[in-house]
């Protein structure tokens, strides 16, 4: 018998992205991946299941990459040291909001989607458990991964006020800034962020940065958590 054809299916993951960026999440459908994968659609649910949950893992999987790079920019910029002083740990602020644009370098069409479509355009009530429970994950890696671990390091503090201040900077600053670029689509593909685009971003997070948030009982503020905290995606909750 002649051996079953094994499909890549990351390259599947790719073209629904492309098609939730191009046509809009509504119009991604199976029987349309197939057509532009060139998989076959029994192949698709063998593979994913049902829709939902090949939605879910495309969303997955983009912002894991994402929360990965900006952790990583995050380590960069902080060091080796147990104790980073101020500027490097403004550096680390200034490195996770320009995450989204150093993403789109690298994977454009998931960035766009990432920063352009809702995330409830995409994932609905009909998600597998498993892929909600994978994404609530995500989510507690942004509480402490990024917005806490960058409130402690330039305020000793990860209570409610400070990291407000850390998610404007690395939340919803750089959707006020990149997502117009994020949303033009560009005949080759690429996102085009330019260098003054991003330098504002920088100078508007270290202008964010230079007035500490109120202290406790200055302004109501209790500890983050993963339940009230933006989504793990470069514009949040958009």
């Known amino acids: 018998m002649p051996r079953p054809r094994v499909h890549d299916l990351d390259r599947v993951l790719d073209v629904a992205e492309r098609l939730v960026v191009e046509v809009g999440p509504e119009r991604l459908t199976v029987r349309r991946l197939s057509a532009e994968s060139g998989v076959p659609n029994g192949a698709i649910y063998h593979a994913f299941g049902s829709l939902p949950a090949l939605?879910?893992?495309?969303?997955l999987r983009a912002a894991d990459e994402f929360l990965n790079l900006q952790a990583e920019l995050i380590d960069e910029a902080?060091?080796?040291?147990?104790?980073?002083?101020?500027?490097?740990?403004?550096?680390?602020?200034?490195?996770?909001?320009?995450?989204?644009?150093?993403?789109?370098?690298?994977?454009?069409?998931a960035a766009r989607m990432l920063m352009t479509v809702r995330r409830e355009q995409l994932l609905g009530p009909d998600l597998p458990e498993e892929l909600a429970d994978a994404l609530l994950g995500l989510d507690r890696r942004l509480v402490s991964e990024v917005l806490c671990r960058l409130a402690s390091a330039l305020w000793g503090r990860r209570d409610?006020?400070?990291?407000?201040?850390?998610?404007?900077c690395v939340v919803d600053l750089p959707t006020a800034l990149l997502r117009r670029a994020l949303s033009q689509i560009t005949a080759d593909g690429t996102v085009q962020i330019t260098a003054d685009v991003r330098g504002r971003l920088e100078a508007a997070v270290r202008a964010i940065l230079d007035r500490e948030p109120p202290r406790r009982g200055q302004a109501d503020g209790p500890p983050l958590s993963a339940e009230d905290a933006p989504t793990s995606r470069p514009e949040g909750q958009g």
């Open 160 to 168: 409610g006020p400070s990291v407000e201040v850390i998610t404007t």
């Open 55 to 59: 939605r879910g893992r495309m969303w």
């Open 78 to 109: 902080l060091g080796a040291a147990p104790a980073p002083g101020v500027g490097a740990a403004v550096n680390a602020v200034v490195a996770a909001a320009d995450a989204p644009a150093r993403f789109a370098e690298r994977r454009p069409t």
